[in-house]
């Protein structure tokens, strides 16, 4: 690479080994640790003086943050204006139920409809500082558009192995992004072996969640935009539906960060984080509540929210440790219920939301009745995608 240290912005140090804490270089391309064969975490020289005015000309993207982002040279980020996206209070539905503060992050409105726009636009940037010429990737759907929009921008050749059972919507901007679509009988686990084959000589990059470090930095911008656009408060809970996890881990990352840089005064409390799931696939549900050691051998089934349909995710223990240290929960939903949330948003503030988020609506909604929320409490709900692409999954379903 071709890096001076003078157009250096990035403060990024080393990674390391999630499991054993071993470091790595961040100048060559990595994937797991090799010493536990699990995800690596980028870290940052975050002890020197950093100060948030830094923040008041900069651009309302997620590219605000880079000095905290691992990208060494601002000429290889690729970007489609993703990031900065609007907090949203649900006035309606917070006097429906009686709620002082509801709040939803829409992260439908990034580039490509969902928040896997940031961590691909990480990974895509830094796959173009390592000189990379293609990408592959195994997904559910949202990551495999993401990754075959931001490599057209890059410039590079992308494979996307999806589920047959895919909503067209999803294949489709695959395609027209130029994209290679290979289509496998069964979930993302399925497409993740049918991935290695087809990539048996390494020629492509895995951008796989989690084994590619990367991604997870893009997801964490998440956790910097809502404390600042809380002001540098927090909110008391955040509900978030967690698939392979990186969104749950890359927020609570951002705030251990945000901690560590002084940006947030130790007085304010970090959020409960509450990681939602589908019923038909919630394997950490049943190992948070001992019904299982771990995920390892856990079915799934298909879900009408496609990014939940993940059911043997390699970063599981990295959740079940955010969910334990900030006094948070997991709790799946039904697909009935989804559309029942779905629905909802839809009629009370105007929000057509992906089934994951709907979904995030209703843990809400199950665990204030159980008094695990209460209703004085700020919560910040995250809708991660928008609901245009799943359509196939929900239209028929009624009369008009
Ligand atoms: C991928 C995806 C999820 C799951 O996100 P993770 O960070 O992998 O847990 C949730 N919602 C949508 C819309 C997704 O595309
Ligand atoms: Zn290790």
């Given at each position: 690479m071709d890096i001076t240290l003078v157009d250096r912005l990035s403060r990024i140090d080393h990674l390391t080994c999630s499991n054993c804490g071993s470091t790595y270089s961040p100048f060559q391309q990595h994937t797991l640790s090799s010493c536990c064969h699990l995800p690596l975490a980028a870290q940052y020289e975050l002890q020197h003086s950093l100060s948030k005015s830094i923040l008041a000309k900069r651009?309302?993207?997620?590219w605000r943050?880079?000095?905290?982002?691992?990208?060494?040279?601002?000429?290889?980020?690729?970007?489609?204006?993703?990031?900065f996206t609007p907090i949203l209070e649900l006035q309606n539905l917070a006097r429906q139920y009686n709620l002082s503060n509801l709040l939803l992050k829409d992260e439908g409105q990034n580039p490509t409809g969902s928040f896997k726009a940031r961590g691909l636009s990480m990974a895509i940037s830094k796959a173009k500082e390592f000189g990379t010429e293609?990408?592959?990737?195994?997904?559910?759907g949202n990551a495999g558009v993401a990754m075959a929009a931001y490599c057209a921008k890059a410039g590079m050749k992308a494979v996307v192995v999806m589920p047959r059972h895919t909503p067209e919507a999803f294949k489709e901007e695959?395609?027209?992004?130029?994209?290679?679509?290979?289509?496998?009988?069964?979930?993302?686990?399925?497409?993740?072996?049918?991935?290695?084959?087809?990539?048996?000589?390494?020629k492509l990059l895995d951008v796989s969640t989690l084994k590619e470090p990367y991604r997870l930095e893009g997801k964490k911008t998440m956790g910097y935009e809502i404390a600042e656009q809380f002001n540098w408060q927090l909110?008391?809970?955040?509900?978030?539906?967690?698939?392979?996890?990186?969104?749950?881990?890359g927020i609570w990352k951002a705030f251990k960060e945000l901690q560590a840089l002084g940006w947030l005064d130790e007085?304010?409390?970090?959020?409960?984080?509450?990681?939602?799931?589908a019923a038909n696939c919630q394997p950490l549900v049943e190992t948070y509540f001992g019904r299982q050691q771990n995920a390892q051998q856990y079915v799934g089934k298909p879900t009408i929210a496609n990014g939940l349909a993940v059911p043997r995710p390699i970063g599981e223990q990295m959740m079940l440790q955010v969910i334990q240290e900030s006094g948070g929960t997991a709790?799946?939903?039904?697909?009935?219920e989804m559309l029942e949330g779905l629905r909802e948003l839809g009629k009370s503030e105007g929000l057509?939301?992906?089934?994951?988020?709907?979904?995030?609506?209703?843990?809400?909604?199950k665990l204030i009745a159980t008094g695990a929320i209460t209703k004085s409490e700020n919560i910040l709900l995250l809708n991660t995608g928008s609901g245009q692409k799943y359509m196939a999954n929900i239209t028929g379903m009624h009369n008009y």
């Open positions: 651009e309302a993207s997620m943050y880079r000095e905290l982002l691992p990208v060494l040279s601002e000429k290889n980020v690729v970007s489609l204006g993703e990031g293609g990408c592959i990737v195994p997904t559910a695959c395609y027209w992004y130029g994209a290679e679509v290979v289509l496998v009988d069964g979930l993302i686990n399925d497409c993740a072996a049918r991935a290695k084959e087809i990539n048996a000589d390494g909110p008391d809970v955040i509900l978030y539906p967690a698939g392979g996890g990186t969104g749950l881990i007085h304010v409390k970090l959020p409960r984080m509450i990681a939602v799931q709790i799946s939903i039904s697909e009935e057509f939301v992906a089934p994951e988020g709907a979904a995030v609506w209703m843990a809400a909604r």
